[in-house]
């Protein structure tokens, strides 16, 4: 008694809910919350859980961790008062894809009950599915390494935590009939094993500026296939003797110092935008110097890692 601080049996609405989140019938689950594990007086209490089924008792030590978890969270936000603000850290941990989609579902329902606000982070897919946009705040690095805030649009927060990697080669088209025409060539097991076809969603200069531009700075082997309406091959004028569109490279080599300043004009020909390149030099000269290798690594990676479709538009 002198260690036990409370045991408690959750509540009929407790047990049911978490039953409904993991898919399993529990007729009881206890929490004791005690120091009996706990070295010195200022240690925090523990808490110890039993769970009873039809035919089967267990503690937290043979139950799993996201088992453990939910019944822990589920009784808090329940007994939560009205118009809270909860916290919730990457609830998601060790739950099923199915239990993580319940849990969110639960959120939605206590929040909208009780007025309360929750806020979650999160690294799952499954845990913003079914959220409104306006609920989702996507926080994401930047080429100068700064995390800047994104207000959900069009499914982008989705898709950075559903980029599962499944081949050895990566690529990212504009929308779904791309990715359908693309998935169509790839007719070989061997092909299909190897290339893993990804959307991203916003368009073609949300691409080129929040996705391709950061990964040539960091020179990551990703491959982009834009629509053909944004091909430029620049096959005329003055920039053409830098480009070599045979063997998809930029003739570094060829750019002689009066040409450097040209560019941020060789980027908008190809891109058809400007792309402002940021660097974190603290001197003039190093700065410039630096985001000179930035361009340089960008138009590299423009003719060896982005496509085009070989039509407009894939409709």
Known sequence: ??????????????????????????????IVTHTLYNKGSDSLPSKTIFIRKKDLEYSEAFAGTGESRMALLVNDILNAPEHSLILLDEPEISLHPLAIKKFEKFLVCQ?????????????????????????????????????VVINENEGQAAFELDNDVRGNIQVYVEDKLSKALFEKVLDTNYAKEKINVDVIPGGANTIINEYIKPEAIMQNNVFFVLDGDKKNNISNGKYVQFFDFKNHSFRREKLSPEFEDQLDAMIKELTDQELKFSSSGNKKDADKIQQKEMKLKFLQYWMSHVFFLPCLTPE
């Open 1 to 30: 008694k002198e260690v036990v601080y409370s045991n408690i049996h959750l509540s009929y609405e407790a047990i049911k809910t978490i039953s409904y989140i993991m898919g399993q019938e529990y007729e009881d689950v206890q």
């Open 111 to 147: 929040s909208l009950l009780k007025d309360q606000q929750i806020v979650v982070t999160t690294h799952s897919p499954y845990m913003i599915q079914d959220l409104p946009e306006n609920s989702i705040k996507f926080f994401k690095k930047n080429a100068d390494n700064q995390v």
